[in-house]
C-alpha cells in the first residue's frame, strides 16, 4: 500500500473492484453463499447466520413486494435499537428496491415529524417501546404502513415470550398505544415466506440510504447516499482494516447503534461483506449487563469511541476479563483522547486505531494503519480518497498548514435530500466536500485535526447542532435569548452548556432542562445551564458563541 503526498494533497492508495458491483445487494447475495453456516448477527444470546439473515431478509422484502403499496425508490424508516429486526429489514428493505431511513429511537415527537415528512417515508419499521409517541404524530407524516415489532421477537420459543413478557409487564417499557392498521413483524415474515420474492435491479447511482445530519439551520438533514456511496466504504473499510481481520473468522462487538452511520457502515455493512460476527449490544448503557456479555463472548474485536473506552477501563469486571483473543480495536465518532487510547492499550493489550468520517461520506474518510498508529491522528486517506486543506477564501493550502479539511471519493455523498442551496454550500462543482473540520495534513501522510470550524458539538458521537437547541429553548417564556456551546468533557468528548438571558429571576437550570427534556432527545439537553444579563455579540448582532466557549464563566 503507498500513498501519493504532493504539495497541497494527500491521496490514499487506488480503489480497486469498485465498478464489479452495481448495488449493496450483489455483495450481500456474495456473503450470505459464501457464508450460510457462519453466525452474522446476535443480540441477547440469539444467533442469526448468514443463511437466516438471506432467509428472513427475503421473507420480509417479499412482504414488502406484495402486502405493501410500496414501490422501488420509496423510503421506509427504521426506527429501532440493536436488535436482530435491524439488519433483517435493512436487506430487506434494500432487496425490495427501497431507500432505508435510519432514525433514531430517542427522538422525540417533534423530532421523529421533522424526519418522517421531510424524508417523504411511506412505512416504518418500529419497536413497539416507542410505538405510542408514533400514534401521536402518525397523521402528520406521509407513512402509509405501519410494522411494530417487539423486542424479543427474532428469538426462539420459548425465550422470546418471556423477553417481551418482561419488557411489557415487569418493567413496563411498553407504553399503551393504538396502532390499528399496523402488522405485526413477525406476521409479516409469516406472510413474506408464503411469498415469492422477486428481485429488484437497482443501479450504482440509485439511493440506498437516506441518512439524517445535524444541520447549521438546526433542522436534521438528509445525506442521500447511494449504492455506490456504501459499495465504495465498503471495500475502503476492507483495503484499510481488513488486513487485521480474517474474513469468517472474527467476533466484533457493536455496542454503538447501527442507525448511526459509524456502525450502519462497519457492522451492517463492511463485516457483512466479510463474513464476520458483529454482536449488537441493545443497552450499551447498562455495563453490569454489558461486561457479563463480554465475559462470556470470546471477542476478536470491538467497536467503540471514547466515552465508552473511559466507561469500560474504569470497572473492575471489565478490567478481569481475558483479552487475549482481541487484536482490532476501533475509536470513530468523536475524537479519541490520549488518556484514553493509553489506559485502553494498556489493559486490554491491543491499541485503539482511530479513524474519521462523516454522514456525508459513508462515513469513513481515514483510518490509522493496525500495523502503523499514530496516536492523536485520524490516519490516512483510505482507497480512492484525496484530501486537502483550505482557508477562507477557498485557496488550497500547503502541507502543515491548519486550515478546512476537504474530501473527495467515491463514498462522498450525491447531495442533501430537497436542500439544492445547502447542498452546493457544502459540495462543489468537482465533488469536493467541505467538512467544517480544521486540519494539518503532515508530510508523512497523516492527517491531524486541530480544531472544528462549524459550531456543531459532538456529544459522545452524536452531532449536536447549537440552533435546534436555541430555538427550542427560546420558545420558553421566560427566556429572552440563548446561545449553545461544547466544552471540552473527559467522558462524553464535548458536553453541552447553555446560556440563558431571562426575563424572570426565578428560572432556574433545573427548570430549562425539564423543558428542553420535552422536545429534545436526552443527548442534546444541556448539562450546563448559566444565566447571563446579555450575551456578546458582533456588530450585526451575531451571538459570539466561541467568544463563550473560550472566556471562563
Partial sequence: MSEHVSAATLTGPVLEGL?????VMDIFHRSVERFADKPAFSCMGQVLTYADLDRLSGDFAAWLQHETSLEPGDHIAIQLPNVLQFPVAVFGALRAGLVVVNTNPLYTEREMVHQFKD???????ILANMADKLENVLDKTDIEHVVVTELGDLHRFPKRLLINAVVKYVKKLVPHYSLPTAVGFRSALSKGRRLIHEEVARGPEDMAALQYTGGTTGRAKGTMLTHRNLIANMLQAREAIGPALDDGAETIIAPLPVYHIYTF????LFMVETGNHSVLITNPRDLDDFVKLL?????TGFIGLNTLFNALCQRKDFQSLDFSPLKLTISGGMALTRAAAERWESLTGCAIAEGYGMTETSPIVSFNPVDAIQLGSIGKPVA??????????????????PGELCVKGPQVMKGYWNLPEETAKTLDDEGWIRTGDIAVLQEDGYIRIVDRKKDMIIVSGFNVYPNEIEDIVTGHQDVIEAAAVGIEDANSGEAIKLFVVSRNPDLDADAVRAYCRKQLSAYKVPRFVEFRDELPKTNVG???RRELRDTPS
Avoid at 19 to 23: E, G, P
Avoid at 265 to 268: A, K, M
Fill in 19 to 23: 465498478d464489479d458491483y452495481t448495488s
Fill in 119 to 125: 424524508s417523504g417515508a411511506k412505512a416504518i419499521l
Fill in 265 to 268: 457502515t462497519v457492522n451492517c
Fill in 295 to 299: 465475559k462470556k463472548t470470546p471477542f
Fill in 384 to 401: 480512492g480518497t484525496k484530501v486537502r486543506v483550505i482557508d477562507d477564501e477557498g485557496e488550497v493550502l500547503a502541507l502543515g498548514e
Fill in 542 to 544: 451575531k451571538v459570539l
